[in-house]
């Protein structure tokens, strides 16, 4: 069965300093791979997808995932985080049926920044 | 920028109520889905609908979910009798067709089940 899994629940980094998430997946397939972020009162906002191609992609508020197929692995990473980027961040595999995708979540990650 | 959007954004019920959760997606979108998140845990998948019939379902929705687009514009979500387990965020999303397609999501509804 596809799942996903996101080791740390809570990471506190200082503004300034560089992130990365962890993502683990498993998907019988080539994986559509999603991440997005949630703040406080809002809905999920995607932030990158990875489906074939290139394995490092880029995505919106200077963000980017690798894609490692021999680790099943998909993190998140920025190079400097700022205190704006204090929210949940949430893997997901995309299981393909017909023309649609039903996305599998992971637990979620909350990111807290430090001044 | 077109976005989903849900109301109301908290509703408290009570047990054995009968409630509905209104979403509006996009408008060029066709494919249309519920998801929860249970406070503390992850969000899951509920059902997905496309031309009018459901898609996808999962294992929570059962009998007491049902779903609907009464019209051009609304997709609903309803639960015929609360439960406790049954409070929980709802998220509802859209896209376009296509399994590249990304799914927008609303704010979600807060149901609150006394």
């Known amino acids: 069965a596809q799942s996903v899994t996101q080791p740390d629940i809570h990471i506190t980094v200082s503004e300034g300093a560089s992130l990365e998430l962890r993502c683990n997946y498993s998907?019988?397939?080539?994986?559509?791979l999603f991440w997005y972020v949630q703040s406080p009162g809002q809905g999920l906002q995607l932030l990158l997808k990875?489906?074939?191609?290139?394995?490092l992609v880029q995505g919106i508020k200077g963000f980017e995932a690798e894609f490692k197929r021999s680790q099943s692995s998909f993190n998140l990473r920025k190079p400097s985080v700022h205190w704006s980027d204090a929210a949940e961040y949430f893997c997901?595999?995309?299981?393909?049926?017909?023309?649609?995708?039903?996305?599998?979540f992971g637990a979620g990650t909350r990111l807290a920044v430090h001044p | 920028e077109p976005e989903v959007t849900q109301t109301p954004s908290h509703q408290v019920t009570q047990m054995g109520q009968e409630v509905i959760l209104r979403c509006v997606p996009i408008?060029?979108?066709?494919?249309f889905y519920w998801y929860r998140q249970i406070l503390g845990q992850k969000v899951e998948f509920l059902v997905s609908?496309?031309?009018?019939?459901?898609?996808?379902k999962s294992e929570i929705f059962d009998d007491q979910f049902s779903v609907e687009r009464p019209d051009g514009s609304n997709f609903t979500l309803k639960i015929r009798s609360t439960k406790l387990e049954d409070s929980a965020m709802y998220f509802c999303?859209?896209?376009?067709?296509?399994?590249?397609?990304?799914?927008?999501f609303g704010p979600g509804t807060r149901l609150t089940v006394l």
């Open positions: 999303a859209s896209s376009a067709v296509g399994p590249g397609n990304e799914q927008f």
């Open positions: 998907y019988g397939a080539t994986p559509y």
């Open positions: 990875y489906f074939s191609g290139d394995t």
């Open positions: 997901a595999v995309g299981s393909i049926s017909g023309g649609y995708n039903k996305l599998i």
């Open positions: 408008s060029n979108h066709l494919y």
């Open positions: 609908f496309y031309n009018n019939e459901i898609s996808e």
